[in-house]
T-cell receptor, first 117, second 114 residues
Framework: AQTVTQSQPEMSVQEAETVTLSCTYD???????LFWYKQPPSRQMILVIR??????QNATENRFSVNFQKAAKSFSLKISDSQLGDTAMYFC??????????????FGKGTKLTVNP | NAGVTQTPKFQVLKTGQSMTLQCAQDMNHNSMYWYRQDPGMGLRLIYY???????DKGEVPNGYNVSRLNKREFSLRLESAAPSQTSVYFC?????????????FGDGTRLSIL
């Protein structure tokens, strides 16, 4: 079974500071993808960043970067220079390979991030 | 660009009523999905459709049916709504088979069952 665990239900950070959100996962597969999705109060799910399991290099997207530790099955998200617009729920998700080709995302329960002015 | 469009955005039902949630995507994606989001539970997969003409059960399919009407549309039906189905429902789509393609989500439907 595939599982994703986000151990921090809520976090807060001051504007312009850096914050790291934790995510651990479990899968027996060797080839998979990991994603971070952002869900602001508007409720829309927005892809933040993704990581391919076979790539050792950590993915980065502007102020967002990940620390991917495959052996430890850890996939944390670092947000640098936090902005008020980063206030949202953040979901870590695992996409294991599936027979039939349709990728089924397994989500963590989310971390509510509040950026304070 | 509309992306993934869900209708309605809000709905209140009485226990036992039936309802169909509609989802359409204009990105020519092959795969489509229905999730539900409950407080403290994250998103859970209800059903998915790998391609036009195929559907499969996800993690929590009981009480739901789906129809992949064509490549663009994937509907979710509650035949006899129950209070336990009160949730926010998300439709998503992805390009093709292959792990690298992320899922794109609609804005969700907030469904309350009294």
């Amino acid at each position: 079974a595939q599982t994703v665990t986000q151990s921090q239900p809520e976090m807060s950070v001051q504007e312009a500071e850096t914050v790291t959100l934790s995510c651990t996962y479990d899968t027996s597969e060797n080839n998979y993808y990991l994603f971070w999705y952002k869900q602001p109060p508007s409720r829309q799910m927005i892809l933040v960043i993704r990581q391919e399991a076979y790539k050792q290099q950590n993915a980065t997207e502007n102020r967002f970067s990940v620390n991917f530790q495959k052996a430890a099955k850890s996939f944390s998200l670092k947000i640098s220079d936090s902005q008020l617009g980063d206030t949202a729920m953040y979901f870590c998700a695992l996409s294991p390979p599936t027979q039939g080709g349709s990728e089924k995302l397994v989500f963590g329960k989310g971390t509510k991030l509040t950026v304070n002015p | 660009n509309a992306g993934v469009t869900q209708t309605p955005k809000f709905q209140v039902l009485k226990t036992g009523q039936s309802m169909t949630l509609q989802c359409a995507q204009d990105m020519n994606h092959n795969s489509m999905y229905w999730y539900r989001q409950d407080p403290g539970m994250g998103l859970r997969l209800i059903y998915y459709s790998a391609s036009e003409g195929t559907t499969d059960k996800g993690e929590v399919p009981n009480g739901y049916n789906v129809s992949r009407l064509n490549k663009r549309e994937f509907s979710l039906r509650l035949e006899s709504a129950a209070p336990s189905q009160t949730s926010v429902y998300f439709c998503a789509s992805s390009v093709i088979r292959g792990l690298r393609w992320p899922q794109h989500f609609g804005d969700g439907t907030r469904l309350s069952i009294l």
